[in-house]
């Protein structure tokens, strides 16, 4: 094969690997503004928390986490150290229904009386039962304090999905059902924020786009011996 021909054929395995990376699936997040309107021990309250959503794949489940940025309700008297915990559900959509929990820990430091309760980040499990797209918006959140459920807070904007994930249920294929349950293998994986998306996408395309150069070079090399 003459060596202008070697050259491009190269060039050609880069360039397709770069649309292969192109077309990758990722899953899709952001932080999206949500308004709860709270029932509590001294009456209503609401505020507005930018809530965000991340999963990481644990072989056929994923951790969800669940973040605020802004506390939603207060509390009158002073919490003591450990007494509060929040717990909220979360509305699947898409290629799945339904909902699941996630919990946070009980607060490290105590809570001022007045002062905005800080929620944290919030953990669960999700078991994929159909592949496919499945997106993930903030639900009822319930602030448990001093032996009670002292808020319940429900979204009342209508609030968007904060994260679209494409899933493979346990013994299915994307865009195909299944409804068994189990491993189906693998080990963890980066997280599915859009940063930590690109990062691992941007790696996967170096090494596509040094594959091709490394094969240029060899041609090159070789055509001169």
Same mark, same amino acid.
């Given at each position: 094969m003459p060596y202008r021909r070697r050259t491009a054929f190269a060039l050609t395995v880069a360039a397709a690997g770069s649309v292969v990376l192109?077309?990758?699936?990722? @899953?899709?997040?952001?932080?999206?503004?949500?308004?709860?309107?709270?029932?509590?021990k001294i009456g209503?309250?609401? @505020? *507005?928390?930018?809530?965000?959503?991340?999963? *990481?794949?644990?072989?056929?489940?994923?951790t969800i986490t669940m973040s605020f940025e802004k506390g939603v309700s207060d509390s009158p008297v002073e919490l003591p150290k450990? *007494?509060?915990?929040?717990? @909220?559900?979360?509305?699947?959509?898409?290629?799945? %229904? !339904?909902?699941?929990?996630?919990?946070? %820990?009980?607060?490290?430091a105590a809570i001022p009386p007045d002062t905005p309760i800080k929620i944290g980040r919030l953990t669960? %499990?999700?078991?994929?039962?159909?592949?496919?797209?499945?997106?993930?918006?903030?639900? *009822?959140?319930?602030?448990?304090?001093?032996g009670m459920d002292a808020a319940v807070c429900t979204p009342k904007n209508n609030p968007r999905p904060s994260l679209?994930?494409?899933v493979t249920a346990a013994?299915?294929? @994307?865009?195909?059902?299944?409804?068994? %349950? !189990?491993?189906?293998?693998g080990g963890e994986l980066p997280r599915t924020g859009p940063l930590d998306s690109a990062t691992a996408l941007g790696t996967l395309g170096g090494t596509v786009l040094l594959t091709g150069a490394a094969g240029v070079l060899w041609l090159t090399r070789r055509t001169a011996r």
């Open positions: 192109a077309s990758a699936p990722t @899953a899709q997040a952001a932080v999206v503004d949500v308004d709860y309107a709270c029932e509590t209503p309250k609401g @505020a *507005v928390s930018p809530v965000d959503i991340e999963a *990481v794949r644990n072989g056929g489940s994923y450990g *007494v509060m915990t929040p717990r @909220a559900d979360l509305r699947l959509g898409g290629a799945d %229904t !339904g909902t699941i929990k996630v919990k946070g %820990t009980p607060n490290t669960g %499990t999700y078991t994929p039962k159909k592949s496919g797209k499945v997106t993930f918006t903030a639900g *009822v959140l319930t602030v448990h304090a001093l679209e994930l494409e013994g299915g294929s @994307a865009g195909q059902s299944s409804e068994d %349950t !189990g491993s189906s293998g």
